[in-house]
């Protein structure tokens, strides 16, 4: 039966412990909400989006001027506590789920900028985040120990990526000039980290760096973007967005920048070629368009500054055990390997002289046949991340009929009993045994075992039961 446990561990996990008011809070929210969106959609639909169709018609289009920032795509991400990202709208990356103590992230990118002289790193705000962020530590920080480019050609098939030397690191915000300042993120150094506390938390914050050398290749560019945050605990950034320029940018701000298919999109637009516009390339100019309606821009504010205000579950962080790649292990001090691969059957008791493999079984005098057994055990579908022996044990303890349910039921409600009236109906709580005290109440016991089977196992109306008897 100990196999049921060999791949468990213990780990911690944030729950809502009152889920009830959360979805009161949240109905609120949503309804005082809705109308600002509707109200949003329905300018869209009745003014925007004519208007977009005429602009788009009357060659206007083609004045539109590109931003000095362009945003590449992202088209690749990994995070080395498997961190889960999500590509938003305005070309950044939110970030959620594990948040090791040290992460590190890295991001492909594509570009067609040329020479690229600079790249900015924006470290956004977000609802979802600590403090709204920008960073996931639990105070909204985070501390950019390391930031990395490497940079090849995608045209040339033989091309290698080369690192590229970044300089004159310059911030919206630095925690401090020294160990916290935007120039620690390119120093070599893993005990120092760009970070913006001390004024910097729950606002979009953003750093740039200058090539020392500016990158001057035909054609398309595949830029490897490598973070890390080593030097405190949990410390990511939560929500970064990347973009290069072609000039040195003197301006340090946050909130700008072209998307790098609004180019691609203008070149068809400055041809007279507007029909050769895909729906992604048409929602980008109308995106640009809608920043030149007051209307629009004011009915948008109200939703974002809304969307602000809105609730979030009250997480308790809880300690558990369970299984799977994706769990993250609370270590004690005492212990050694966090869990071993498999059980064994040892001769003599001795860890050295390890026999079979011990597979999952039951006490064979709370079954009513050894074949049984197999009823009881679950095999996990393919998708799922733990072994399910935990759910077959749990079948086997709640069976009434063939067994150990029955047992369980009567230890569980006399245990109950002693906890409300100080002796137990059988006065050895641990020992229904042959040494064990007989109960005081028999029919009492297995009265009260029957409507904890009745109640589906749930304590609470056994212990109103028992105080209202």
């Known amino acids: ?51 977009f169709i005429k602009w788009l018609q009357s060659g206007k289009a083609a004045t539109v001027q590109l931003d000095e920032w362009i945003v590449p795509e992202v088209i690749g991400h990994t995070s080395k506590g498997k961190a889960r990202f999500e590509k938003l709208d305005d070309g950044s990356v939110l970030v959620s789920g594990p948040n090791i ?42 501390s950019l120990t390391a930031f990395k480019v490497n940079a090849k ?22 925690q401090n000039q020294t160990t916290l300042s935007a120039a620690s993120a390119i120093d070599g150094q893993y005990g120092s980290g760009w970070a913006v506390d001390l004024g910097g938390i729950g606002k979009d914050q953003a750093v740039i760096f200058d090539l020392e050398k500016p990158l001057d290749q ?8 490598s973070m890390s945050f080593t030097n405190n605990v949990n410390h990511s950034i939560g929500r970064p967005r990347f973009s290069v320029s072609n000039t040195t940018v003197s301006e340090i701000k946050t909130g700008n920048g072209s998307p790098e ?8 637009v400055q041809e007279g070629k507007p029909e050769k516009l895909s729906a992604a390339q048409k929602e980008i100019l109308k995106r640009q368009f809608e920043q030149q309606d007051p209307q629009w821009i004011t009915l948008k504010e109200k939703v974002e500054t809304h969307l602000k205000t809105e609730p979030q579950p009250a997480l308790t962080k809880v ?12 270590r004690h001090h005492t212990q050694g390997k966090d869990f071993f691969e498999e059980t064994y059957h040892l001769t003599r008791g001795d860890t050295d002289q390890k026999g079979k493999v011990a597979s999952q079984g039951f006490l064979q005098v709370l079954m ?31 069976d009434t009929q063939q067994g150990a349910g029955a047992l369980l039921a ?10 409300h009236i100080g002796t137990g109906i059988v006065a050895t709580p641990n020992d229904f045994g042959l040494q064990g005290d007989r109960p005081t109440h028999p029919e009492l016991l297995e009265y009260l075992a029957n409507q904890l089977i009745k109640y589906d196992w749930q304590l609470k109306p056994l212990h109103k039961e028992i105080m209202l008897s």
């Open 101 to 142: 103590n040290q992460d590190s992230y890295t991001f492909t990118l594509r570009t067609s900028v040329n020479p690229i002289r600079s790249i900015r790193l924006e470290a956004l705000s977000h609802r979802s985040l600590p403090k709204q962020g920008p960073g996931r530590a639990v105070n909204g920080n985070f």
């Open 319 to 330: 300690m558990i055990c369970s299984e799977g790649p994706d769990i993250k292990p609370v």
């Open 410 to 419: 009567r230890v569980m409600a006399n245990r109950l009993w002693q906890h």
């Open 368 to 398: 009513r046949t050894p074949q049984q057994e197999e009823s009881w055990i679950e095999a996990p579908p393919e998708s799922a991340t733990t072994s399910y022996r935990r759910t077959s044990l749990a079948n086997w303890m709640t």
């Open 261 to 268: 298919a609004l180019s691609q999109a203008l070149q068809f």
């Open 153 to 174: 050609s995608v045209e040339d098939k033989k091309a290698t990526a080369v690192e590229l030397k970044l300089t004159n690191a310059r911030a919206t915000h630095e």
């Open 1 to 51: 039966m100990l196999s049921t446990f060999t791949t468990t561990v213990r780990t911690e996990i944030e729950l809502d412990l009152d889920p009830e008011q959360y979805q009161k809070d949240k109905a609120v929210f949503d309804q005082a909400h809705a109308p600002l969106v509707k109200a949003l959609q329905e300018y869209e639909t009745s003014s925007v989006e004519p208007a």
């Open 218 to 225: 035909a054609g398309e560019t595949e830029l490897t973007i």
